[in-house]
Each structure stands twice: as structure tokens, then as C-alpha cells.
């Protein structure tokens, strides 16, 4: 008797391991490493960690729309995000923007730097793809597609893209030299251990990427407010800008 009561309130002291974890956070793939280092910090101050689930903003939003019972959801663009609030699944008056971002032209290892001019471009891209993630869903594809426009690039590029289903897929075909130039976010670039950065794509060549974050309705996790608000906090903002991340503008 004595034994069964002291297990009980072992058990209720201790919590349950699924109470235990944190916030289900779906999050672009591009901010695995930052928000990675968020959750991180956010646990060592006594949270359970958030459980991240990164993939295309696109490829989440669809999840959302279809009802995926996660607490939050952190897209690289405006349009999935206003894709999950018509379909009524995020909390109202939670949506904030939390962190900017950069396109930045990389090469593979063995592939002459380019110049920052659609000449050297089409140039150093030979036979070869330019990787870019899918331009049709994907945030990072939309903002590589309206700057190849604004550079006059677009219609020369279009037949020769490898598109990706992710900024990290597209990445990664450069990585291993399957595409010799490829767009991503600086982010991504920085996170690189083998692609090389050419140049910083001019901001003024396409819509500035903001990443938008809001809690779903479907959510459940108490602490999940409180986690979205860490990452607009001096200590979240700094793990984001410490891969590269600009604030919110």
C-alpha cells in the first residue's frame, strides 16, 4: 500500500512525459539551426522543449489548413500564412512577423565565383541548372523567381531550373555540385559548410522576406504564447541574428 502511494506521488510530481515536452512548432525549413538554438534556450530556462517539425512553408500550410494539431506555425512568407488564416486556424491578434531575411547567389565547390551580372551568371552556369527551390509554392522559389525577373533572367533561366522541394534541397543539390549556381537565403548559405556565396541578391529585386509566425487554433500546449513571444525577445532575436536572420522591419 505504502509502495503504490509513493509511486503515485512520484508520478504526480514528475509529471507526464507528454506534459513534459514543449510547444509542436511547424517552422520553414530555412530555420532549422536559429530556431533550433531558440528551443534550446528556451529550455534551459525551465521550459519543456518546443517539438520542431521543419519542411516548405508550403508543405506546412497545407497540414494546418488540413487541421494538424500543432501549437504553432512559422512561414517564410506572407502568402501561407494568410493561406492558414482564411481557413480560419490561427489564433486572432497572434500573427506577428519575427525575423527578415536575404537572397544571397552560391557555386559549388569547383565552379568559378561569378559576378554579381546576369553576363557572368549565365557565364559560370555553362551546361548546368541553376538550383533554386520550386518558384510554383515555395516562399524562397517565388522571391529567386521575381528576382531573376528584375534582372531580365527569368525567361533565359526558366528551361535550366532545378527546382527543389525545399531552400534546403536546393542548397543541397549545390552542395554536392549537382547544380554548379544556385538562389537561397543568406541564412542557408551561412549554415553551408561547402557552398560558396557570390553575391547578396539587391532587396529592391524582390518582395522582402519576412517570416511570419501565429498560434493555431488547434493548438493545445499552454506554453506555446509564451514561447512565440521568447522569439520576438532580445534572447530569441539574438539567436536568430546569430544565423544570419535581420530583425523584423
Not at 39 to 47: C, I, P, Q, T, V
Not at 181 to 199: E, P, W
Amino acid at each position: 500500500m505504502l509502495r503504490a502511494l509513493a509511486l503515485l506521488l512520484f508520478v504526480l510530481a514528475s509529471g507526464s512525459p507528454a506534459a513534459a515536452k514543449g510547444p509542436l512548432v511547424l517552422a520553414a525549413s530555412s530555420m532549422q539551426e536559429a530556431l533550433t538554438d531558440a528551443a534550446d534556450l528556451w529550455a534551459a530556462s525551465g521550459y519543456g522543449r518546443p517539438v520542431l517539425s521543419f519542411a516548405s512553408s508550403a508543405a506546412l500550410a497545407r497540414q494546418v489548413a488540413a487541421g494538424a494539431p500543432a501549437d504553432l506555425f512559422i512561414s517564410a512568407d506572407a502568402e501561407w500564412m494568410d493561406l492558414v488564416a482564411g481557413n480560419r486556424r490561427i489564433v486572432p491578434g497572434s500573427r506577428a512577423v519575427i525575423a527578415t531575411n536575404r537572397l544571397v547567389l552560391v557555386y559549388a565547390p569547383g565552379t568559378p565565383r561569378p559576378a554579381a551580372n546576369a553576363e557572368a551568371v549565365m557565364r559560370a552556369l555553362g551546361d548546368g541548372r541553376l538550383a533554386i527551390a520550386d518558384p510554383d509554392a515555395v516562399p524562397a522559389g517565388r522571391y529567386a523567381r521575381q528576382a531573376l525577373r528584375s534582372l531580365g533572367l527569368w525567361l533565359p533561366m526558366a528551361g535550366r531550373l532545378a527546382r527543389a522541394e525545399n531552400v534546403r534541397a536546393a542548397l543541397a543539390l549545390v552542395e554536392r555540385g549537382a547544380a554548379p549556381l544556385g538562389i537561397v537565403y543568406l541564412t542557408d548559405a551561412k549554415a553551408s559548410r561547402t557552398a560558396r556565396q557570390a553575391a547578396l541578391l539587391k532587396q529592391q529585386h524582390h518582395t522582402p522576406i519576412a517570416y511570419h509566425a501565429a498560434l493555431l487554433s488547434a493548438g493545445k500546449h499552454p506554453d506555446a504564447a509564451a514561447f512565440l513571444a521568447f522569439l520576438s525577445s532580445p534572447a530569441g532575436q539574438a539567436a536568430f541574428g546569430a544565423h544570419g536572420f535581420g530583425p523584423p522591419s
